[in-house]
């Protein structure tokens, strides 16, 4: 990845926000439009890449290949290379990976009270919301 140089005004920037509010950091390690999906996909449990891929079938390999290894970067998720023939990888979620579970579920609850009666929105179902939570609150 390319280095960052950290007296820019974009990284003073940052840290100014990330002061302010705390969101900002959030943002800066699951933001975008990819990695909140992906983490969603791995709630349930390990899942290999060729997995992954198919779960996401809309994103792109060096999108995927980029973000993975963005997400292990952040201490989201582990990346385990299995030393088999043939070798394959593997990526869960880490402790602190697993700790947005309630994050995620409060995104996917706000979702379908926003969606209404909005055909689009195909994933209505919580009861069927990887890796069981009870509450919010909760981390499994």
């Known amino acids: 990845m390319t280095a960052i140089k950290e007296s820019s005004t974009i990284q003073e920037n940052k840290q100014t926000a990330f002061k302010e509010c705390p969101v900002t ?3 800066e390690k699951i933001g975008g439009y990819w990695k909140p999906i992906i983490l969603f996909h791995l709630l349930s449990g390990s899942k290999r890449y060729s997995e992954l891929k198919k779960a996401v079938p809309a994103i792109t390999e060096k999108v995927l290949i980029q973000h993975l290894k963005q997400l292990e970067a952040d201490n989201l998720i582990l990346r385990e ?6 070798p394959y990888v593997t990526y869960s979620l880490t402790v602190a990976g697993s ?3 309630p ?3 409060s995104m996917a609850v706000w979702a379908i009270e926003q969606s209404g009666t909005d055909s689009r929105i195909y994933y209505k179902n919580l009861d069927e919301f990887p890796g069981k939570i009870l509450h ?3 981390v499994a």
Do not use: E
């Open 25 to 27: 950091y959030v943002m």
């Open 81 to 86: 290379a299995k030393p088999v023939v043939p």
């Open 99 to 101: 700790r947005l579970k």
């Open 103 to 105: 994050i995620l579920y």
């Open 136 to 138: 919010p609150d909760t």
